[in-house]
């Protein structure tokens, strides 16, 4: 199983930017997005439900990021919209595999079986 994720820069505050992250080798019942900050812990982001498409945000990105999935590619994206540069941060995706998690575990980074490598993102004010 692999996980490749990318579209990571750097871009100005109030521009968009879009994450992808291929899986291989995995049939997920679902996938995540999670950040992390030098020296803070990696926060959970966004998660979509493989066969429902149903999405889940942290507060922090509501409103302004959408997770969606392409099956045929097995291709998880982040459309990032309105960047501020508190979302500065490395990006990881996530995949779980089955059985499909509860929903209360979604935000948990050990309900996840696979890691992405991290793509960074720097927003400029």
């Known amino acids: 199983v692999q996980l490749q994720a990318s579209g990571g820069g750097l871009v100005r505050t109030g521009d968009s930017l879009t994450l992808s992250c291929a899986a291989s080798?995995?049939?997920?019942?679902?996938m995540a997005w999670f950040r992390q900050v030098p020296g803070k812990e990696r926060e959970f982001v966004a998660h979509?439900?493989?066969?429902?498409?149903?999405?889940y945000y942290a507060d922090s990105v509501k409103g302004r990021f959408t997770i969606s999935r392409d099956n045929a590619k097995s291709t998880v994206y982040l459309q990032m919209n309105n960047l501020k540069p508190e979302d500065t941060a490395v990006y990881y995706c996530?995949?779980?595999?089955?059985?499909?998690?509860?929903?209360?575990?979604?935000?948990?980074?050990?309900?996840?079986?696979?890691w992405g490598q991290g793509t960074l993102v720097t927003v400029s004010s």
């Open positions: 080798g995995l049939s997920p019942s679902g």
């Open positions: 979509v439900i493989w066969n429902s498409r149903h999405t």
């Open positions: 996530a995949a779980r595999g089955n059985p499909r998690m509860i929903t209360s575990s979604i935000g948990t980074q050990t309900s996840y079986h696979y």
